[in-house]
């Protein structure tokens, strides 16, 4: 399976990711702000997906607004 961010730079389990875009997060009151990194990305079983933490939350975000930090 070969899962790339926005830029087409190939992502592996444990790599830290950027937002590209601001982001709301539905059925909560978080926002995710344009600049923020990810760290320890995990890869799901879908290639346009990846599930990362922020805070004691658990995200589950599309590769498409993601860059490699």
């Given at each position: 399976?070969?899962?790339?961010?926005?830029n087409?730079?190939?992502?592996?389990?444990?790599?830290?990711?950027?937002?590209?875009?601001?982001?709301?997060?539905k059925?909560?009151?978080?926002?995710?702000?344009?600049?923020?990194?990810?760290?320890?990305?995990?890869?799901?079983?879908?290639?346009?997906?990846?599930?990362?933490?922020?805070?004691k939350?658990?995200?589950?975000?599309?590769?498409?607004?993601?860059?490699?930090?």
């Open positions: 399976m070969d899962v790339k961010d926005s087409g730079a190939p992502l592996q389990d444990g790599d830290s990711v950027m937002l590209i875009k601001d982001l709301k997060v059925g909560s009151s978080l926002n995710l702000k344009r600049g923020t990194v990810m760290k320890g990305i995990r890869l799901t079983g879908k290639p346009e997906e990846v599930e990362c933490r922020t805070g939350t658990t995200l589950v975000l599309k590769t498409c607004f993601l860059k490699k930090a």
